[in-house]
């Protein structure tokens, strides 16, 4: 008798091993489907971080190229030896650059909010992204800005200072397409030249703008930032001025801070 009750004790013991253990593994099969979808941290995305990976820069906007001395230019940039009236001597002005006062309307420093290309009357302005398009509001300079946004994001990217507009709002866009030309807006300030500026909106009115350079698209990053690098030194090497830019102050390429700067 005391056989069987020992052999019935360890049944019931090996049952309740055998329980624990299916119990063990259930509970790690469900906490780990919830932990699904999580960052390298361990933490889970928030909405906010899936719609930001799905926003992304994936055309610079402008042709850029390295520079070509046979032809005089980078892309559709022109190289020109002629001194700016407006006061900076740069095709490329970095995000979060410093205009001085008596280059502003306002005369005060100012950061410069978004990146600015100095190209001819003409050149083709493309959307930076994929999209649709959320305003085309004529702006203080008689010329417009293209506004996009991406997909499930707060974002908005915009091209600033455009003419001849071919998009309307509620147009699909995507990366690449021809959407206007560059304005005339300064014109006269840059030897002929046109102006225009993109930038990363964040907000509401007025927004914050971002670092574009921050939301480069895999595909193009690398490239993109060697060009932008590129401009920079085949400029100073062609205006023989090594001080015209300031690399010691970026903070990535083409941005001198990743601070949000007020619109």
């Given amino acids: 008798m005391k056989h069987k009750q020992y052999g019935f004790a360890l049944v019931e013991v090996f049952l309740v091993i055998l329980v624990v253990v299916v119990i063990g593994v259930a509970g790690y099969l469900v906490l780990n489907k919830k932990s699904t979808g999580k960052n390298g ?5 928030t909405s906010n971080e899936e719609s930001a990976s ?10 850029l190229d390295y520079y070509n001395p046979a032809t005089n230019k980078a892309g559709d940039f022109v190289f020109t030896k002629a001194k700016f009236t407006s006061g900076i001597q740069l095709l490329f002005t970095d995000f979060g650059y410093v205009i001085e006062g008596e280059n502003t309307d306002t005369g005060q420093d100012k950061a410069n909010p978004q990146p600015t290309f100095i190209l001819p009357l003409g050149s083709k302005v493309y959307s930076p992204v994929d999209g649709e398009v959320q305003d085309v509001p004529q702006l203080y300079s008689s010329d417009y800005s ?3 946004r991406t997909e499930d994001s707060e974002l908005v990217f915009e091209t600033e200072h455009v003419i001849n507009v071919k998009v309307k709002k509620g147009d699909k866009v995507k990366a690449g397409q021809e959407i206007a030309e560059v304005s005339g807006y300064s014109a006269h300030g840059y030897d002929g030249m046109g102006l225009v500026e993109i930038g990363v909106l964040r907000g509401g009115n007025p927004p914050e703008h971002l670092c574009p350079f921050d939301y480069l698209d895999d595909s193009i990053k690398d490239e993109t930032i060697n060009k932008i690098n590129a401009l920079k030194k ?7 001025d090594d001080n015209l830019y300031d690399e010691s102050k970026e903070v990535t390429p083409g941005c001198l ?5 007020p619109g």
């Fill in 146 to 148: 293209v506004m996009i």
């Fill in 234 to 240: 085949s400029w100073e090497e062609y205006r023989g």
């Fill in 41 to 45: 941290s361990g933490q889970s995305k």
């Fill in 54 to 63: 799905q926003a992304k820069i994936k055309h610079l906007g402008v042709n």
């Fill in 257 to 261: 801070t990743q601070d949000p700067i």
